[in-house]
């Protein structure tokens, strides 16, 4: 903010993805996108951390994951994946350095955790935290001109239900807390800042068929995730949207023979958030993401450039050496995040590790260029009562 300086949020925000912060030179306490014209057709939102791919898996396959096979991170992508997880317990943690090309103190930290009480139900908790980092708060243009030194933070905490329905079809659900602390309880002038909460809920679907051929397997998953009350910095009078999300996948998943299968996995995301217009960010939250798929002023046209597509390919060799492959599409008018992905992967026995790397292609930097990311899981087997028939 001019009164506030708000470097922090710049900072946070240069990742080339959506994002936004408070105007503090807005008497309506508006939006706007750090870096972007306000005349844009980017949609922004409030902690834009909650789309920011977690895990080193799904991360190498373009950012695709609604459809794939169930691990241990399946709460954060498809809460009804869970429901076929064929392991007892297990959990993971994801490391993601962020802008790590030119600071060192900026991370994501991804904590899950599921357990499986019988056939048809699994459980899971996870926790994503995001540090920003130190960072000098001054009033104005003046370097002497100081308010302190402080380290903003987010974090989500979830808890996910999941159960069969029948023996290809699940459905799964979370409860999520957000908390976002950008810049403590910082007063300048006439403006109070203060963190920002908000509780959101998923709901996802799942469909696996096996297939004769090659012994291989065909899903679907769908979910709508991050609904929920919109979040404010300030006062009341000032919200915004959480990036309440629409995605569908598909999976196909082949034996090429007993030692190889390979995978294909492509998902498609909407943001149920209004699209920018005068007056979008001050629609009720319902009436924003009912009104999300036709408020678009470029008409339909601008509604389909407002869908991103992932894409990614998966390797494995006796179900011990992974690689992988992705793509992740973004139209030009709404973002232009397009990258290429690649990642690998080991598991042996109870333990598994994940890396992956991102490569733009649209010529611009981006905050995950050029740096790894890292999953290690641990997964154990459990006894589970062969109990009666998921359609009794």
Do not use: C
Request: hydrophobic share 35%; charged share 20%; net charge neutral.
């Amino acid at each position: 903010m001019n009164k506030l300086g708000l470097a922090l949020i710049i900072l946070v925000l240069a990742t080339g993805a959506r994002a936004q912060v408070t105007n503090p030179n807005s008497s309506t306490g508006s939006t706007t996108l750090i870096g972007v014209d306000e005349t844009n057709k980017v949609i922004t939102t409030a902690v834009p951390f909650l789309g920011i791919t977690p895990d080193s898996r799904a991360a190498g396959m373009g950012d695709t994951g609604a459809a794939t096979t169930p691990d241990a991170n399946s709460g954060y992508w498809n809460a009804a994946k869970l429901a076929f997880i064929d392991k007892g317990s297990g959990g993971s943690l994801s490391y993601t350095p962020w802008l790590g090309k030119i600071i060192n103190d900026m991370k994501i930290i991804y904590l899950s955790g599921f357990y499986k009480i019988d056939r048809k139900q699994t459980v899971a908790a996870s926790m994503k935290y995001f540090d920003l980092g130190e960072v000098q708060f001054n009033k104005g243009p003046n370097p002497d001109d100081q308010l302190g030194r402080y380290n903003p933070r987010e974090f989500a905490f979830d808890v996910t239900y999941s159960r069969l329905l029948t023996e290809r079809m699940s459905i799964g659900g979370s409860l999520r807390y957000i908390h976002s602390n950008l810049t403590g309880y910082l007063q300048t002038g006439n403006f109070d800042a203060k963190p920002g909460n908000s509780v959101a809920v998923d709901f996802g679907f799942y469909y696996k068929k096996p297939i004769v051929w090659k012994n291989s397997d065909l899903a679907f998953g769908a979910t709508i995730t991050n609904l929920g009350g919109k979040i404010s910095y300030s006062d009341q009078n000032s919200k915004d949207f959480l990036p309440t999300n629409l995605r569908l996948g598909s999976y196909y998943k082949m034996e090429l023979d007993p030692l190889n299968t390979l995978a294909f996995a492509l998902d498609f995301n909407k943001l149920m958030v209004p699209s920018p217009y005068p007056g979008s960010k001050d629609k009720p939250m319902l009436a924003g993401v009912l009104g999300s798929f036709t408020d678009a002023t470029g008409g339909f046209s601008e509604e389909m450039a407002e869908i991103t597509i992932s894409t990614g390919t998966e390797y494995w060799y006796n179900n011990t050496f992974a690689g992988r492959l992705g793509y992740f599409y973004e139209a030009k008018s709404k973002g232009n995040r397009q990258y290429l992905t690649a990642g690998v992967g080991f598991r042996y026995n109870k333990f598994g590790l994940d890396a992956a790397y991102m490569v733009p292609t649209n010529g611009r930097e981006s905050a995950l260029a050029e740096t790894l990311r890292f999953t290690i899981m641990l997964l154990f087997e459990k006894k589970v009562k062969e109990d009666d028939s998921v359609t009794d």
